[in-house]
């Protein structure tokens, strides 16, 4: 096993921040059409010296470990980033002390960065998230393959 693998399968014995949050400010929902993996950030801002900070995250997940252990590291990473360090972050830096992201995994993480760009501003078309060509998953799902990997905002 791979120090990657086993350090995912350390995470996820004890998986940080999982569930719903009830009051929370902002919710984020990705969808990869190539695996059907999604994933839904929880987002709670407080304000620190004038400036939108994030005071927790949770975050739930319908699909693979790594995006699991992916996303428990970095909701644990953004506790106290402003929203605007937060949306700077990409997968590699979101999976923290999992290190660097296989090559074959980089949609898992791609998946949790994803989720939180469109938590911090859900109108954008983030960087991760590339143009739509239906209005839902499933017709994405059946789209014709583009050869790249696609992660796409979800409607709740
Ligand atoms: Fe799709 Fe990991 S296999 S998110």
Redesign the pocket.
Known sequence: MSEFEEKVRETLANPQNQGEMSDADSVGTVG?PD?G?MLRMWLKFTEKDGKKVIDRASFQSF??Q??IAVASMATEMLKGMTADEAAKLDAQELSGELGALPPM?I??GQ?VEGALKNALSPDDSSEASQPNTSNTLAGDIHAPAKGSIRIVPLED
């Open positions: 990869s695996c993996d699909g693979c790594t995006a995994k949609h898992c998946l």
